[in-house]
T-cell receptor
Framework: NAGVTQTPKFRVLKTGQSMTLLCAQDMNHEYMYWYRQDPGMGLRLIHYSVGEGTTAKGEVPDGYNVSRLKKQNFLLGLESAAPSQTSVYFC?????????FGPGTRLLVL | SQQGEEDPQALSIQEGENATMNCSYKTSINNLQWYRQNSGRGLVHLILIRSNEREKHSGRLRVTLDTSKKSSSLLITASRAADTASYFCATEAGQAGTALIFGKGTTLSVSS
């Protein structure tokens, strides 16, 4: 069981570039989440999904899009990256209340 | 906006001592959870306490919940150097699985 995996681990982007972060889970969880974590802050929810084909906005959704075409995958897209999106991004999945987290993707936008 | 506020922001203790972290929140909740994050890693779930529970134990962890004061505490007994990490409380207010709201965390440093 790999649990929750995230690709890539680290990425540097220039302002205006686009990219997609991939999250995969092998626990057959219904719920999946994308968070961002900034220095000195807790995690803030970007988007989440309660099942295949569904997505919903979290606390800080602006500048991000998501898709959940397959139950095991949850993609986070940045269409036009901005320096304010420099952060560590965490994906998580859950069956009910307890969430299982991936190792994170560190993104630097120059 | 963040629901939980941990206190203190940072805590330094010696191995063998107990560590207590507090969390306050703003709205009614279904449950409150504590997570640990080692430096540069993802979060790991430690313990969940439901709104109708007052205290819960798991190994060296003891969690209390006071819904009248909208607060919780996490006690780690007989701390070890390996307990060095950031600890976050997270609250769930809506339907199960919809969203957790995290606090900013307490950074615990345990020296040997």
């Amino acid at each position: 069981n790999a649990g929750v995996t995230q690709t890539p681990k680290f990425r540097v982007l220039k302002t205006g570039q686009s990219m997609t972060l991939l999250c995969a889970q092998d626990m057959n969880h219904e719920y999946m989440y994308w968070y961002r974590q900034d220095p000195g802050m807790g995690l803030r929810l970007i988007h989440y999904s309660v099942g295949e084909g569904t997505t919903a906005k979290g606390e800080v959704p602006d500048g991000y899009n998501v898709s959940r075409l397959k139950k095991q995958n949850f993609l986070l897209g940045l269409e036009s990256a901005a320096p304010s999106q420099t952060s560590v991004y965490f994906c998580a999945s859950s069956r009910r209340e307890t969430q299982y987290f991936g190792p994170g993707t560190r993104l630097l936008v120059l | 906006s963040q629901q939980g506020e941990e206190d203190p922001q940072a805590l330094s203790i010696q191995e063998g001592e107990n560590a207590t972290m507090n969390c306050s929140y703003k709205t009614s909740i279904n449950n409150l959870q504590w997570y640990r994050q080692n430096s540069g890693r993802g979060l790991v779930h430690l313990i969940l306490i439901r709104s109708n529970e007052r205290e819960k134990h798991s190994g060296r962890l003891r969690v209390t919940l006071d819904t009248s004061k909208k607060s919780s505490s996490l006690l780690i007994t007989a701390s070890r150097a390996a307990d060095t990490a950031s600890y976050f409380c997270a609250t769930e207010a809506g339907q199960a699985g919809t969203a957790l709201i995290f606090g900013k965390g307490t950074t615990l440093s345990v020296s040997s």
